[in-house]
């Protein structure tokens, strides 16, 4: 009859099966076969409760993402909800792998829930711009108590099944099999005659907001803490304490008005769009799953600097045994000792103990001789970036590294192809470009050569998964996807400040936009010299007639290297890490404007925004039609992971579709017309943007 949901029989007891793969997500037609079903076992006088299951590897992990943009089809999720409060014969949720969202609204509609130990629960909604729209803003906090509740609705993040039964949120565990588990269960219901537990009545001590009123302040903190410029979280609070001083009812026809306000947001739209794009970046579009990544059971690091610590550290956390290569005993001992450092800051702020400070760091081991790289089944060089010495690395490492070893290079924008000729396996080369710090930031950039075989980079992106990190492929130019991409932006942020705006106003029309530090913040505080340094190779290839960064090359000419100098765009006091306005920062930018004949001017913040976007999105666009980017959202996670670019916009090239390409484009031609050949529009856009199409949709 239905074939999304089984119905069987053992012991009075119906079994409804859900079977939607690949996470029972609770489509229109799951929500149909539920209803079906439970209509089913209601009627049927050989039944005396209920076991609701899911099939395969996850009890519904929520409501179906990708139905969102379509018109809402009866039966609701709420509906499916609110019918199980009044039936009268027991119904139990049996929850394993992870119940999340309307998966959970779902059994805590349940009067009984059951769960394998290792389940896990939760209510992401936020995480989509949303809030637990079926009741669970309703239903968690007289489960769960408000405190709990609110921590796991405003903060998205899932719980074991120990806290979930602590929590009163699960019943009972179920060790060893899920399925009879739950059944016994419900026989023991049934025997008992243990009175059905219904989520929406009132619960003793949740009383009127007022009485809750610094519980919920910390929760509004924490929302403006960790969702800055994002209102979901805010909606499920307020829809939380509608609940503590409306009667169920009342608070849920508050909450119909609230979803569809949130489900019809432009923040839940890119919201949606960050989750795809991020499964859709783990795809390379010609390495199917048929390619295996190849073992990787040991790595090297060559360097112990500060990337190649980072790089050691994420390795080692992943469980790998690591053995990090320096040049020489003292650069090596030194490295080692920094390496130890961190380890010992992650204890002190609480994040491992020391046990598992002592198992990680006995992981790594040090040497000076590249010859215990030879057991490596993966080789991560992170060296000074210098395209000789990375050759000569890599010349060397081709004699002692075991054959089909990975050979990876940390390089933020060297010629990958290059560094492969220095070897006789350039099939065996790949690009591992991590951000700083490497053991903390979540993007890793998988750089593919002319040559690089498909399973070593199925290799680089399965180490992504296995390091906790989002692996997004690129191909080989000039600072790769990510760099290549925000270049423009520090361009133009450099630019206007020699036109006349200040540091100050620039980092902040950008901290508006929600990325968590400006442009010129970010410079000071990696050092405006490394910048110069690349700037300074790339000379003799510069275009002459292209504008040129040059107050960027004052600033360093005067050793304004930024924090570690204590003065750079802005100025710090001695050891300081705040930045203060500098006077002198003005004058200087008023001196290479005048010798480059450049009039100041007030510049208007949303030139500011439209001239440091706009770059970006425009080399986003040349990246994409260069085949660099295999797709637009490639680049967006780039921003998303890399530079913490606000979730709740998508990305650039979101961004850019939501303004309108042809938008886009008439601004491009009039910065072009001012500005010159730094804003030559990409072909790509012009075409889009004449045929009505779009980066990301
Ligand atoms: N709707 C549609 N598709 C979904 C989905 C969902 N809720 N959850 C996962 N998928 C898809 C993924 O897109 C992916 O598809 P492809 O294989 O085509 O790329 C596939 O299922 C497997 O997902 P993952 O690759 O993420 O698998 P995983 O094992 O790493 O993670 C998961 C599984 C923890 C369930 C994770 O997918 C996840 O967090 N999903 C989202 C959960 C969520 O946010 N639920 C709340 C939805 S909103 C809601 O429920 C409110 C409401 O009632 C209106």
Same mark, same amino acid.
């Given at each position: 009859m239905n074939e999304i949901v089984g119905y069987e029989i053992e012991g009075r007891v119906a079994v409804l099966t859900i079977?939607?793969?690949?996470?029972?997500?609770?489509?229109?037609?799951?929500?149909?076969?539920?209803?079906?079903?439970?209509?089913?076992?209601?009627?049927?006088?050989?039944?005396?409760?209920?076991? @609701?299951?899911?099939?395969?590897?996850?009890?519904?992990?929520?409501?179906?993402?990708?139905?969102?943009?379509?018109?809402?089809?009866?039966?609701?999720?709420?509906?499916?909800?609110?019918?199980?409060?009044?039936?009268?014969?027991?119904?139990?949720?049996?929850?394993?792998?992870?119940?999340?969202?309307?998966?959970?609204?779902?059994?805590?509609?349940?009067?009984?829930?059951?769960?394998?130990?290792?389940?896990?629960?939760?209510?992401?909604?936020?995480?989509?711009?949303?809030?637990?729209?079926?009741?669970?803003?309703?239903?968690?906090?007289?489960?769960a108590g408000l405190d709990n509740a609110l921590e796991m609705i405003v903060s998205g993040k899932p719980v074991g099944a120990v806290t979930a039964?602590?929590?009163?949120?699960?019943?009972?565990?179920?060790?060893? /099999?899920?399925?009879?588990?739950?059944l016994a269960f419900a026989q023991k219901i049934i025997a008992d005659g243990t009175p059905r537990r219904i989520s929406s009545e009132p619960r003793d001590g949740i009383g009127a907001p007022e009485a809750h009123a610094e519980t919920i302040d910390r929760y509004r903190d924490l929302a403006n803490r960790r969702f800055r410029g994002q209102e979901s979280p805010h909606q499920a609070i307020e829809s939380v304490v509608d609940g503590l001083r409306m009667p169920y009812d009342e608070a849920v026809a508050a909450d119909r008005v609230r979803f569809e306000a949130c489900k019809t947001s432009s923040q839940s739209a890119a919201l949606r769009y960050a989750f795809f794009a991020e499964r859709e970046a783990a795809k390379i579009p010609d390495i199917g799953k048929d390619v295996a990544p190849r073992a990787v059971k040991s790595a090297g690091v060559i360097g112990a600097g500060t990337m190649g610590r980072g790089i050691a550290i994420s390795l080692a956390d992943s469980g790998l045994p690591v053995t990090v290569v320096e040049t020489g005993q003292e650069a090596l001992d030194a490295g080692m000792a920094e390496l130890a450092k961190l380890y010992e800051a992650m204890v002190s702020r609480g994040r491992?103990?020391?046990?598992? +400070?002592?198992?990680?760091?006995?992981?790594?081991?040090?040497?000076?001789?590249?010859?215990?790289?030879?057991?490596?089944?993966?080789?991560?060089?992170?060296?000074?970036?210098?395209?000789?010495?990375k050759k000569d690395i890599f010349q060397t490492l081709d004699g002692v590294a075991k054959p089909g070893a990975v050979l990876a290079t940390n390089t933020s924008y060297m010629d990958i192809d290059a560094i492969a000729t220095a070897t006789s396996r350039p099939r065996d080369v790949i690009g591992l470009h991590y951000f700083v710090p490497a053991n903390v930031m979540r993007l890793l950039e998988v750089v593919r050569g002319d040559e690089s075989a498909p399973d070593a980079i199925a290799t680089g992106m399965a180490l992504a998964r296995r390091t906790n990190k989002v692996g997004v492929l690129a191909g080989v130019c000039h600072g790769f996807i990510a760099n290549r991409s925000r270049l423009?932006?520090?361009?133009?942020?450099?630019? @206007?400040?020699?036109?006349?705006?200040?540091?100050?106003?620039? /980092? +902040?029309?950008?901290?508006?936009?929600?990325?968590?530090?400006?442009?010129?913040?970010?410079?000071?505080?990696?050092?405006?010299?490394?910048?110069?340094?690349?700037?300074?190779?790339?000379?003799?290839?510069?275009?002459?007639?292209?504008?040129?960064?040059? @107050?960027?090359?004052?600033?360093?000419?005067?050793?304004?290297?930024?924090? +570690?100098?204590?003065?750079?765009?802005?100025?710090?006091?001695?050891?300081?890490?705040?930045?203060?306005?500098?006077?002198?920062?003005?004058?200087?930018?008023?001196?290479?404007?005048?010798?480059?004949?450049?009039?100041?001017?007030?510049?208007?913040?949303?030139?500011?925004?439209?001239?440091?976007?706009?770059?970006?999105?425009?080399?986003?666009? +040349?990246?994409?039609?260069?085949?660099?980017?295999?797709?637009?959202?490639?680049?967006?996670?780039?921003?998303?992971?890399?530079?913490?670019?606000?979730?709740?916009?998508?990305?650039?090239?979101?961004?850019?579709?939501?303004?309108?390409?042809?938008?886009?484009?008439s601004q491009l031609r009039a910065f072009e017309a001012v500005h010159g050949k730094l804003w030559n529009p990409s072909p790509l856009l012009e075409r889009l943007a004449a045929d009505g199409g779009s980066f990301t949709r």
């Open positions: 079977d939607n793969p690949p996470v029972n997500a609770l489509g229109h037609a799951v929500r149909e076969g539920i209803v079906t079903r439970v209509e089913q076992a209601v009627a049927d006088d050989g039944v005396d409760a209920i076991v @609701l299951i899911g099939a395969g590897r996850t009890f519904p992990a929520g409501a179906d993402i990708r139905e969102f943009d379509q018109p809402a089809r009866e039966p609701h999720l709420l509906v499916v909800v609110d019918r199980m409060d009044t039936i009268e014969k027991a119904v139990v949720a049996a929850i394993h792998g992870t119940a999340l969202g309307g998966g959970l609204e779902l059994a805590l509609g349940c009067h009984f829930r059951v769960a394998s130990p290792d389940a896990r629960v939760g209510l992401p909604e936020v995480n989509l711009g949303i809030f637990p729209g079926a009741a669970g803003t309703q239903r968690l906090p007289r489960v039964h602590d929590y009163g949120i699960v019943d009972a565990i179920v060790e060893g /099999d899920l399925r009879p588990g739950a491992i103990d020391e046990a598992t +400070k002592a198992e990680r760091l006995a992981r790594i081991t040090g040497a000076i001789d590249y010859g215990v790289l030879g057991e490596a089944d993966l080789v991560i060089e992170a060296a000074f970036e210098d395209l000789d010495v423009p932006l520090v361009r133009e942020a450099t630019f @206007l400040i020699e036109e006349g705006a200040s540091p100050a106003q620039v /980092d +902040k029309v950008l901290t508006d936009l929600g990325m968590p530090l400006g442009p010129l913040a970010v410079s000071d505080l990696s050092g405006l010299d490394v910048s110069w340094r690349m700037r300074q190779s790339l000379a003799a290839d510069r275009d002459p007639e292209a504008r040129y960064m040059h @107050l960027a090359d004052r600033m360093c000419e005067l050793g304004r290297f930024g924090i +570690k100098a204590g003065r750079g765009w802005y100025a710090y006091e001695e050891g300081g890490r705040h930045p203060q306005p500098d006077e002198e920062v003005e004058a200087i930018a008023a001196a290479v404007a005048g010798e480059q004949g450049i009039e100041r001017r007030e510049i208007s913040d949303d030139e500011i925004r439209a001239r440091c976007l706009y770059a970006a999105i425009n080399e986003g666009a +040349k990246i994409l039609e260069e085949g660099v980017a295999a797709r637009a959202s490639d680049i967006d996670v780039m921003w998303l992971y890399g530079f913490g670019f606000p979730r709740w916009r998508g990305g650039i090239m979101f961004i850019a579709d939501e303004i309108g390409l042809p938008e886009i484009l």
